[in-house]
Every structure is written in structure tokens, then in C-alpha cells.
């Protein structure tokens, strides 16, 4: 039972290059999460996916795409990095409305 | 107005002391609430989630909600340097699976 999986664990992008972080969960729950975290800004959604099929945006959506490829699966892409988008991505994903399970986090860096 | 707040810190305590730490939140419709622990470089965990107003204990910890005053609190009885760590207040928003977390308060704890 490995929890929830996230790759890469660090990259580095150049500005204009696009790619997409992978998290899985086998759990079986049903709602997955991306995460950024900056430094003094705490944790900030970027989209969630509250059941196979469905997602929805968060609080900073712009320059993302997710796809929530089936239960256990839920991707993110850049599409055209920029370096503010330099963070510490996390994934999550949550049994009903309680308790979030956090990946080991992607560092991205964009330069 | 952010939607939680929480001192940054970093709050000092000796070891063997009691840590508060407080979080605010401004959507009155919140219904759950989660503390989370964050240690560098690592993803949060989870370490108390509270619903219901009042007191919550478990271990060393316990959580306390005042709804009316919207404002959640996490004191750690007899601090250990292990406790030396971010910790992040978390909010359930009303409408949907959407979490917000507050930018975190870091705990040192002297030995």
C-alpha cells in the first residue's frame, strides 16, 4: 500500500516548456488535489477532482490543466511554464470529507 | 481578507511547555476544520480534525473550535524538540470539497 505517488520528484523547466506531474493513489478515494505551496503562503489548491470525471477549479487554476484519467489517477500540466510557477507541488487525495493524504511533493523549478 | 489566518511565527517554547497555536477563518459557513504538521521538506500530515464546537483531545494534543468566533486552536502539552515543525489550519469552505489552509505557523521547541 503505497499512498499517494507523485512523479517527478524535481525538475527543472525552462520558460515556454511544458509538462505534466503524475499522482496516483491506491486508496481507493475518490476526490484528488493539487496543491502549490510557496514559501509564507501556506498550501494553495489549483484544481480538485471530486469523484472519477469531475473536476473543478481552485483558488489559482491559471496556467494549469488537470485530467483525472480514472479513479486512482490525476495528472497536472503546464502547458508553458513560467517561473512563477517555481513551488513545491503536492497531490492529496481524501476519503469522503475528512482527512487528506499528501504525496511526497514535485520541486519544480522554472528558470 | 484571507480566508485563514495564522500567526507565522515562529512561536519559541521550551521543552516541556504547552504550545497554542490559533487560526481564524472568515467564511461563516466552514464546517470542518484540520490541523496539519509539516516538517521541512516534507508533505503535511495530518494530526487532529474537529467539527463540532468545543474540545478535542488526543494525546498531547487538543484542538478547540468556537464557531461563533470563528477561530480554531491546537495546543501540544509537554513540548517536545520533536514538535519542532510548520503547522497548517486547514478549512473545509461550504461550498464543495474546496480546502483553504492558512500560511502555517512554524514551532520551534528548546531543549
Known amino acids: 500500500n503505497a499512498g499517494v505517488t507523485q512523479t517527478p520528484k524535481f525538475q527543472v523547466l525552462k520558460t515556454g516548456q511544458s509538462m505534466t506531474l503524475q499522482c496516483a493513489q491506491d486508496m481507493n478515494h475518490n476526490s484528488m488535489y493539487w496543491y502549490r505551496q510557496d514559501p509564507g503562503m501556506g498550501l494553495r489548491l489549483i484544481y480538485y477532482?471530486?469523484?472519477?470525471?469531475?473536476?473543478d477549479k481552485g483558488e489559482v487554476p491559471n496556467g494549469y490543466n488537470v485530467s483525472r484519467l480514472n479513479k486512482r489517477e490525476f495528472s497536472l500540466r503546464l502547458e508553458s511554464a513560467a517561473p512563477s510557477q517555481t513551488s513545491v507541488y503536492f497531490c492529496a487525495s481524501m476519503r469522503g470529507l475528512n482527512e487528506q493524504y499528501f504525496g511526497p511533493g514535485t520541486r519544480l523549478t522554472v528558470t | 481578507q484571507k480566508e485563514v489566518e495564522q500567526n507565522s511565527g515562529p512561536l519559541s517554547v521550551p521543552e516541556g511547555a504547552i504550545a497554542s497555536l490559533n487560526c481564524t477563518y472568515s467564511d461563516r459557513g466552514s464546517q470542518s476544520f484540520f490541523w496539519y504538521r509539516q516538517y521541512s521538506g516534507k508533505s503535511p500530515e495530518l494530526i487532529m480534525s474537529i467539527y463540532s464546537n468545543g474540545d478535542k483531545e488526543d494525546g498531547r494534543f487538543t484542538a478547540q473550535l468556537n464557531k461563533a468566533s470563528q477561530y480554531v486552536s491546537l495546543l501540544i502539552r509537554d513540548s517536545q524538540p520533536s514538535d519542532s515543525a510548520t503547522y497548517l489550519c486547514a478549512v473545509n469552505i461550504r461550498y464543495g470539497q474546496n480546502f483553504v489552509f492558512g500560511p502555517g505557523t512554524r514551532l520551534s521547541v528548546l531543549p
Open positions: 477532482s471530486a469523484s472519477e470525471g469531475t473536476t
